[in-house]
């Protein structure tokens, strides 16, 4: 029996979809059975990000309305054996489909799939409640922006009360260069509001906006901090303990050579 | 003739013995009672041929002025759909709607005075955002308060935490009542009907704090 896990945030444009599909593909490099679904109806998004806009014939939608079988909506990426796309409708919206309804579909791909991870929409209404309906554990992602982690708070009370408890976080698109300078929040500020476990810390990486836009997922390159940082939860979520990056090997040489002559502050 | 109450809607008198009173619900026929009802038949059928087609398809939703008899009311009822033209849904007395009055509320408000002892509620965990708690006497939060969350207390507010979100004791008017925190950094902090916010500067708090009103401003000092 597979686990259904909800990415979510309240605030959009945090990385939920990029996290989904990143930690989707990592965990089938591990050798796991993933399948992807993205809840967003209406704005779908998680095709794109893993290449694989032109393959959809069928969509979510069409799944619940049994217009078609499972097989023949879920995608089989072919760089990645093992995952697997439920993609999202981009004519309806959100009421196309009921809590319900997701929670037979989740049930149904848990029995053949190791994991099942749902990318919820932003926001707090019929879109989150579909995505979290049939979720047995939330991951909430932010960035160390005052305003995500204000939303991130508001998800987590509510995922407390749809008795999805202890969601674990993930810190999105963090500079340390900014942290360091006082100019951004750290870690510890937010783990003090948010007050859950700490799952994964990505750093601000070029390279995922390069890799999004080719439609391959940044946890393919393991030399970028980025990647590895996905391929990090990925592992984390499959069982293994493994410390957290330092993302202070990030330093960019002119800095190194500052500190080298004791120029930096 | 009738009383010249109006009620809103327009008057045409067909002469001074039978009268049709528009109103938005429909049209009641005023008649004189001091006068036979033949009379009043004759003055109705006088005007059907100037003016029967004015009031083509009107409905008729009750009489003033003059009490029928039955006989009467299945006399003129006739007249009025078959000569008129007109739906007659009722020829009886018409009665306006009662207006709702409007109850004063009973002047039960007293202001919570518990605050030394008084009924008080107790929250334990952090209050995440978007929560609210409304007490009618002191709260006490076993947890944080953060940002997004308010609490609103009649009486005291007690926070075994950080103060991050917005907290309004005496929300019922009582000025003497406090808020304490062990981390003071509300987003707003209300007492009684006086506002006021954490400065913009400065690090924040160094350890717990009191916030209470002096001469109509809120003060807010060291507590331990």
């Known amino acids: 029996m597979g686990e259904v896990i909800v990415i979510t945030s309240g605030k959009g444009g945090v990385g939920k979809t990029t996290t989904t599909a990143n930690i989707g593909a990592g965990l089938a490099k591990l050798g796991k059975k993933v399948v992807v679904i993205d809840a967003d109806i209406g704005l779908r998004n998680l095709d794109v990000v893993l290449g694989l806009e032109n393959r959809i014939v069928y969509d979510i939608v069409d799944v619940v309305n049994e217009t078609c079988r499972m097989k023949q909506a879920l995608i089989k990426d072919k760089r990645f054996d093992g995952l697997f796309l439920l993609p999202a409708a981009q004519t309806k919206d959100k009421d196309s489909v009921t809590p319900e309804q997701m929670v037979s579909l989740t049930d149904s791909l848990k029995e053949t799939h190791d994991f099942v991870l749902v990318d919820c929409p932003a926001g707090i209404e019929r879109g989150f409640k579909n995505a979290i309906a049939g979720a047995d554990r939330a991951i909430v992602v932010t960035t160390p922006e005052i305003s995500a982690v204000r939303d991130a708070d508001r998800i987590i009370g509510l995922l407390e009360a749809a008795e999805l408890n202890d969601p674990t976080l993930i810190v999105n698109r963090i500079r340390i260069d900014m942290v360091k300078r006082g100019d951004m929040m750290n870690i510890e500020d937010m783990t003090d509001i948010l007050a859950i476990d700490l799952m994964g810390v990505v750093p601000d990486d070029e390279h995922v906006v390069i890799s999004t836009n080719r439609g391959e997922p940044a946890v393919n390159n393991g030399e970028t901090m980025s990647g590895q940082a996905f391929m990090n939860i990925s592992k984390r979520i499959a069982g293994e303990e493994i410390p957290f990056l330092d993302l202070d090997v990030q330093d960019r040489f002119m800095d190194r050579l500052k500190k080298l002559f004791n120029f930096s502050k | ?224």
């Open chain 2, 1 to 224: 003739m009738a009383s010249n109450r109006s009620l809103g809607g327009y008057r045409v008198g067909l002469n001074n013995l039978i009268e049709f009173k528009g109103t938005k619900k429909g049209i009641i026929i005023q008649m004189d009672e001091n006068v036979a009802f033949a009379a009043v038949v004759d003055a109705l059928n006088e005007k059907k041929d100037t003016s029967k087609n004015f009031f083509k398809g009107a409905k008729v939703i009750g009489t003033e002025g003059r009490s029928l008899l039955p006989k009467e009311e299945s006399i003129l009822a006739e007249i009025f759909s078959k000569e008129f033209g007109m739906l007659v849904t009722s020829m009886r007395p018409y009665v306006p709607p009662k207006r709702e009055e409007v109850k004063p509320k009973p002047v039960e408000n007293k202001m919570f005075d518990g605050l030394e002892e008084g009924i008080t509620k107790f929250v334990r965990g952090t209050l995440r955002s978007g929560r609210s708690i409304e007490f009618e006497g002191n709260v006490v939060v076993l947890g944080d308060i953060n940002p997004g969350a308010q609490v609103i207390a009649e009486g005291n507010i007690a926070v075994f935490g950080s103060l991050r979100g917005v907290a309004h004791a005496g929300a019922g008017g009582n000025e003497s009542a406090w808020v304490v925190a062990q981390r003071l950094q509300p987003t707003q902090l209300r007492i009684g009907s006086l506002i006021t916010r954490s400065p913009d500067d400065g690090d924040g708090p160094t350890g717990p704090e009191i916030a209470y009103v002096k001469d109509r401003n809120i003060m807010i000092e060291p507590y331990l």
